[in-house]
């Protein structure tokens, strides 16, 4: 009865910043998507491991805001390399982030090899570190939940009050420069937030998976709608059930991780939207018959 109520009690606390995580990070995405720049969330998400396992290095303490500081500057210097390498004519976009990828996420496993074998760090607690590779709801502590709910209210917040200048910059360019809208700060502004949605994101699901709470919802989205209003609402309403419905099952399961169950959760709502939706394979063929 006990370990019932507890599981009950981790869902719930959890299933919270995680939901705020997978809310934001739709929103964000959905931005992304539309801009053909969704390759960026997984580049920023490999890139973000070896900032946390360097702010573990430096500071030797696991506290969560210390490693998203960690994340963040990390997630920065991926997007300045992508765009210092991008303005180069040799080199193609997919190569770069290929590239980035992979060898900022190489670095980190790296790193995490020598803190594991070096006498210097074993005073520190390294346990959990892994956990952000894959993501473990049940290594969440209270304060890493506080932290996830305060930084995805506070990135939902500000997508709202750019929203409107977000839907101009995408789909009437022309217009929204000829009212003042800088279209480059905007994407810089969604890009800023796409890292510190990541950042703060990889311990509940990881590093590798992180950036399909950011792509899947909107693939969803457009299944159900040809509006960017809908498609937001959809994504978010399916990210926030894939996430608690992921977060429960790592919670009930044992060492089960988080982030492939909430991905494999997006999958199937991804294939059912694909099979069943307004946009999907069925009403595609009934407009082939009519």
Same mark, same amino acid.
């Given at each position: 009865?006990?370990?019932?109520?507890?599981?009950?009690?981790?869902?719930?606390?959890?299933?919270?910043?995680?939901?705020?995580?997978?809310?934001?990070?739709?929103?964000?995405?959905?931005?992304?998507?539309?801009?053909?720049?969704?390759?960026?969330?997984?580049?920023?998400?490999?890139?973000?491991?070896?900032?946390?396992?360097?702010?573990?290095?430096?500071?030797?303490?696991?506290?969560?805001?210390?490693?998203?500081?960690?994340?963040?500057?990390?997630?920065?210097?991926?997007?300045?390399?992508?765009?210092?390498?991008?303005?180069?004519?040799?080199?193609?976009?997919?190569?770069?982030?290929?590239?980035?990828?992979?060898?900022?996420?190489?670095?980190?496993?790296?790193?995490?090899?020598?803190?594991?074998?070096?006498?210097?760090?074993?005073?520190?607690?390294?346990?959990?570190?892994?956990?952000?590779?894959?993501?473990?709801?049940?290594?969440?502590?209270?304060?890493?939940?506080?932290?996830?709910?305060?930084?995805?209210?506070?990135?939902?917040?500000?997508?709202?009050?750019?929203?409107?200048?977000?839907?101009?910059?995408?789909?009437?360019?022309?217009?929204?420069?000829?009212?003042?809208?800088?279209?480059?700060?905007?994407?810089?502004?969604?890009?800023?937030?796409?890292?510190?949605?990541?950042?703060?994101?990889?311990?509940?699901?990881?590093?590798?998976?992180?950036?399909?709470?950011?792509?899947?919802?909107?693939?969803?989205?457009?299944? +159900?709608?040809?509006?960017?209003?809908?498609?937001?609402?959809?994504?978010?309403?399916?990210?926030?059930?894939?996430?608690?419905?992921?977060? +429960?099952?790592?919670?009930?399961?044992?060492?089960?991780?988080?982030?492939?169950?909430?991905?494999?959760?997006?999958?199937?709502?991804?294939?059912?939207?694909?099979?069943?939706?307004?946009?999907?394979?069925?009403?595609?063929?009934?407009?082939?018959?009519?």
């Amino acid at each position: 009865m006990l370990n019932f109520w507890n599981q009950h009690y981790l869902f719930l606390v959890v299933g919270l910043g995680v939901s705020l995580l997978s809310m934001a990070a739709a929103m964000i995405g959905s931005s992304l998507v539309f801009q053909k720049q969704s390759q960026l969330g997984d580049a920023i998400g490999h890139a973000a491991y070896p900032g946390i396992i360097a702010a573990f290095m430096v500071t030797q303490s696991r506290n969560p805001f210390t490693l998203l500081l960690g994340a963040v500057a990390s997630g920065i210097l991926v997007l300045i390399l992508i765009h210092f390498f991008s303005k180069e004519p040799a080199f193609h976009f997919e190569s770069i982030l290929a590239l980035v990828l992979s060898t900022l996420f190489g670095l980190g496993m790296v790193l995490m090899s020598y803190i594991q074998g070096n006498d210097n760090y074993q005073g520190a607690s390294q346990a959990g570190l892994k956990t952000y590779i894959m993501g473990q709801a049940a290594f969440l502590k209270q304060d890493d939940v506080i932290l996830i709910a305060l930084v995805s209210s506070i990135t939902i917040l500000i997508f709202f009050m750019a929203l409107p200048r977000i839907k101009l910059s995408l789909f009437d360019p022309v217009f929204a420069a000829s009212i003042g809208i800088d279209s480059r700060k905007l994407s810089l502004l969604n890009l800023s937030l796409a890292v510190v949605v990541i950042s703060v994101g990889l311990k509940a699901v990881g590093a590798i998976l992180i950036a399909a709470l950011l792509i899947t919802p909107t693939i969803i989205g457009m299944q +159900w709608s040809r509006n960017y209003q809908g498609v937001l609402w959809v994504a978010v309403g399916s990210a926030v059930v894939g996430s608690l419905f992921g977060t +429960w099952l790592s919670t009930v399961v044992d060492k089960l991780a988080t982030g492939p169950s909430v991905v494999l959760t997006l999958f199937f709502l991804a294939l059912l939207s694909f099979i069943i939706g307004p946009q999907g394979l069925i009403a595609a063929r009934g407009y082939q018959h009519d």
